[in-house]
């Protein structure tokens, strides 16, 4: 493995990185170019909003693999641009990655951190925004970081850091939720979630996406798959007649059908809140909204939410399912520390879309970019910025 020493890295000014330039389209915004500045401890990093989770002390590491996610494209879009948007352009994309840790803060001894120069990590994004990771270097939230196991790469441990929402994800599956629907089952969340409920008591898993041979295979393993370009998941009469316990969306959109259905006093293909049945989404009913402030974002995702909620559960509770919302923030260390324990005692492997890894490279930013914002990746979408060698 490459180390790279605080005296090494100190006398380094300049890195290669991808630059977004400005808002906008994938392809006229996004590059890979030399002579970008290097992170610094110092001053301080901005702090990001109070929902996405604790901030600092940070670390710089030297970026080996990123995994993308949604949020990444959602920024450069600028849909975002006042929530997760960055202080100014160009900006260096990217938030979850794993890499080499090559300098801690000065008073690390005093912190009792977890880490030393020289650990391999993983690391999530901060609560400022997924920003900073496409760089030879990045600065990373000690707080949102674990030691990476050395028995997965580094392609595996971006992957995973950036599925770690699969966790808590799964910790809302509840003893009695046997039969259990994912919309969206083969994207980055899902393909790992799906492995997660197993040990939860889930005993038939269907997913629903466009690659249904792939969703068969191990890992992944669902007992049974909707292609959703040829078939409609909410009309498949067997299971109107056996109503699943739990849909899980992670596509968006499957709420409006159900209201929908069931004002036409149709079967429904979950169970009603009545008889246990539960929606979880970690979506709106849009896959991309604008959000221009905090407040926005309460008004368009936290406000419905909590109407549904409350309206699911009361009035009704006999012909839907209840409904959840799931605010799945970047919480702390441990979230990443259970996902990798997971990976290391064989109950959860990282899905890699088979198209990657991307090089680090302008077309290979790009491609990567324009997979992901294509929501048809499988598995999660990697750049290799650097190899251990």
């Known amino acids: 493995?490459?180390?790279?020493?605080?005296?090494?890295?100190?006398?380094?000014?300049?890195?290669?990185?991808?630059?977004?330039?400005?808002?906008?389209?994938?392809?006229?915004?996004?590059?890979?170019?030399?002579?970008?500045?290097?992170?610094?401890?110092?001053?301080?990093?901005?702090?990001?909003?109070?929902?996405?989770?604790?901030?600092?002390?940070?670390?710089?590491?030297?970026?080996?693999?990123?995994?993308?996610?949604?949020?990444?494209?959602?920024?450069?879009?600028?849909?975002?641009?006042?929530?997760?948007?960055?202080?100014?352009?160009?900006?260096?994309?990217?938030?979850?990655?794993?890499?080499?840790?090559?300098?801690?803060?000065?008073?690390?001894?005093?912190?009792d951190l977890p880490f030393t120069v020289g650990d391999r990590v993983a690391a999530r994004f901060t609560g400022s925004g997924p920003k900073g990771a496409l760089g030879e270097y990045a600065l990373v939230d000690c707080a949102l970081a674990e030691k990476a196991p050395d028995s997965l790469s580094s392609d595996e441990v971006a992957a995973l850091a950036s599925a770690s929402y699969a966790v808590p994800l799964s910790d809302l599956i509840q003893e009695g939720d046997e039969r259990v629907l994912v919309l969206g089952a083969g994207g980055g969340l899902g393909s790992h979630f799906c492995q997660l409920i197993r040990d939860r008591g889930a005993s038939f898993v269907v997913g629903v996406s466009c690659s249904p041979q792939e969703l068969r295979k191990a890992p992944m393993s669902y007992d049974d798959v909707i292609d959703y370009t040829k078939e409609d998941v909410f009309a498949v009469e067997a299971f109107r007649k056996?109503?699943?316990?739990?849909?899980?969306?992670?596509?968006?959109?499957?709420?409006?059908?159900?209201?929908?259905?069931?004002?036409?006093?149709?079967?429904?293909?979950?169970?009603?809140?009545?008889?246990?049945?539960?929606?979880?989404?970690?979506?709106?009913d849009k896959p991309v909204i604008e959000i221009s402030s905090m407040a926005n974002f309460?008004?368009?995702?936290?406000?419905?939410?909590?109407?549904?909620?409350?309206?699911?559960?009361?009035?009704?509770?006999?012909?839907?399912?209840?409904?959840?919302?799931?605010?799945?923030?970047?919480?702390?260390?441990?979230?990443?520390?259970?996902?990798?324990?997971?990976?290391?005692?064989?109950?959860?492997?990282?899905?890699?879309?088979?198209r990657g890894p991307f090089p680090f490279t302008t077309e290979g930013v790009r491609a990567a970019f324009r997979l992901q914002e294509s929501r048809h990746a499988l598995g999660k979408v990697i750049i290799r910025v650097a190899t251990e060698d």
Request: net charge neutral; with cysteine; charged share 20%.
């Open 1 to 111: 493995m490459t180390t790279t020493s605080t005296t090494d890295f100190r006398a380094t000014t300049t890195m290669r990185a991808a630059q977004a330039k400005d808002y906008g389209d994938i392809d006229e915004m996004l590059s890979v170019q030399d002579g970008v500045q290097v992170p610094t401890l110092t001053p301080p990093p901005p702090k990001g909003n109070f929902l996405l989770g604790p901030y600092g002390p940070f670390m710089i590491v030297k970026v080996l693999s990123v995994s993308l996610s949604p949020g990444d494209w959602r920024t450069l879009s600028g849909k975002t641009r006042n929530f997760q948007g960055p202080p100014s352009f160009p900006y260096v994309p990217g938030g979850d990655l794993c890499g080499i840790v090559v300098q801690l803060p000065e008073n690390a001894d005093k912190l």
């Open 242 to 284: 056996d109503p699943f316990d739990v849909v899980v969306d992670l596509a968006c959109g499957g709420w409006p059908r159900l209201e929908q259905d069931a004002a036409a006093k149709l079967p429904l293909i979950v169970k009603p809140a009545s008889q246990g049945g539960r929606y979880i989404t970690t979506l709106t």
């Open 298 to 354: 309460v008004w368009q995702c936290l406000h419905p939410g909590l109407a549904r909620a409350i309206w699911s559960r009361t009035w009704t509770r006999s012909t839907l399912p209840s409904f959840t919302f799931a605010v799945l923030g970047p919480e702390a260390r441990i979230v990443v520390t259970r996902t990798l324990k997971l990976a290391e005692e064989g109950k959860l492997k990282a899905v890699l879309d088979s």
